[in-house]
């Protein structure tokens, strides 16, 4: 009985299943299948660090809605929604800080959804797009140190964002798509 269920499944869960069967008295028709993955197998769920902001929204496109940015990243954010978004589509969307637009035209893939919660992508980021994300994140994992580090709560980040984008707007510097999203 035992034996057969071993030369199957080699190795420790072999024995283990094995052992367990002997346990339950089940014979090997019977017999519960244990699968195991190792770690190394299972891809990781964010390639990038991610930081909790307070302040953000998305406005997307497709379905029009505004929400409420949980978390942010160099490669993505997540964010409380109970609309319907399907993983594996393309979302266009803006990205408010404190009430303003700080990127526009913005493509999303949406990459895992959980009953309130969807995880994004940046994709197809423009140079200038990507400066920007870099900046809020910089200044928000800037923000979390110093709150870390003092018992005082200073929010520059704000203040950085402003200055951010009146640089981009004195440079001259436009986003590729032409496409404007009515908010």
Request: glycine share 6%; with cysteine; hydrophobic share 35%.
């Amino acid at each position: 009985m035992g034996k057969d269920k071993t030369e199957t499944t080699p190795g420790l869960m072999g024995k283990l299943k094995t052992k367990l069967d002997r346990m339950l008295g089940r014979n090997a028709e019977e017999s519960l299948d244990i699968e195991f993955k190792p770690q190394k197998d299972i891809p990781a769920a964010r390639r990038a660090f991610r930081i909790d902001v307070d302040n953000m929204h998305v406005i997307c496109r497709t379905p029009r809605v505004k929400c409420r940015i949980l978390d942010i990243s160099a490669g993505g954010i997540g964010f409380v929604s109970s609309k319907e978004f399907p993983v594996g589509t393309i979302v266009e969307a803006v990205l408010l800080w404190s009430g303003k637009p700080v990127l526009k035209n913005v493509k999303l893939k949406i990459a895992r959804r959980t009953p309130k919660v969807v995880g994004c992508e940046f994709i197809e980021l423009e140079r200038s797009q990507d400066k920007v994300i870099s900046k809020i994140v910089l200044a928000a994992q800037k923000r979390l140190i110093e709150k870390k580090h003092s018992g005082k709560h200073p929010d520059t980040t704000e203040e950085e964002m402003a200055k951010e984008i009146e640089a981009q707007k004195k440079r001259g510097i436009t986003p590729a798509s032409k496409k404007k999203i009515k908010l």
